[in-house]
């Protein structure tokens, strides 16, 4: 498994943008597909963002397409989410995951991801 550990969170107003970043540790890092996914008080944590260990594959959920963009610094283990456009709807405690096992699969399911971070909390006032 891959140690991971998020920052970035905050509170903000509408409209508003913020950066996530996530650490992994781990000499395999490069190869691991990664994500976001975020959880709202009383629902199910759902899928956000993913990519493939080369930024090849990048999915979204609809929800967030053209305002949020996942990408990865392979030399740094980092993971980011840029989040533009910030909507009430996107609070929640944001995780980045790792797909520990697989290289080439990019999962949307958290069962795909077998590695988790702590999280971040992202607040948004309306």
């Known amino acids: 498994q891959v140690q991971l550990v998020e920052s970035g969170g905050g509170l903000v107003q509408r409209g508003a943008s913020l950066r996530l970043s996530c650490v992994g540790s781990?000499?395999?890092?490069?190869?691991?597909?990664m994500a976001w996914f975020r959880q709202a008080p009383g629902k199910e944590r759902e899928f956000v963002a993913a990519l493939s260990w080369n930024s090849a594959t990048v999915y979204y959920a609809d929800s967030v397409k053209g305002r949020f963009t996942i990408s990865r610094d392979n030399a740094k283990n980092m993971v980011y989410l840029e989040m533009n456009t910030l909507k009430p709807e996107d609070m929640g405690i944001y995780y980045c995951?790792?797909?520990?096992?697989?290289?080439?699969?990019?999962?949307?399911?958290?069962?795909?991801?077998?590695?988790w971070g702590q999280g971040t909390q992202v607040t948004v006032s309306s």
């Open positions: 995951a790792a797909d520990s096992i697989g290289v080439k699969r990019v999962g949307v399911k958290t069962y795909d991801y077998d590695s």
């Open positions: 781990g000499r395999n890092f490069s190869h691991h597909p």
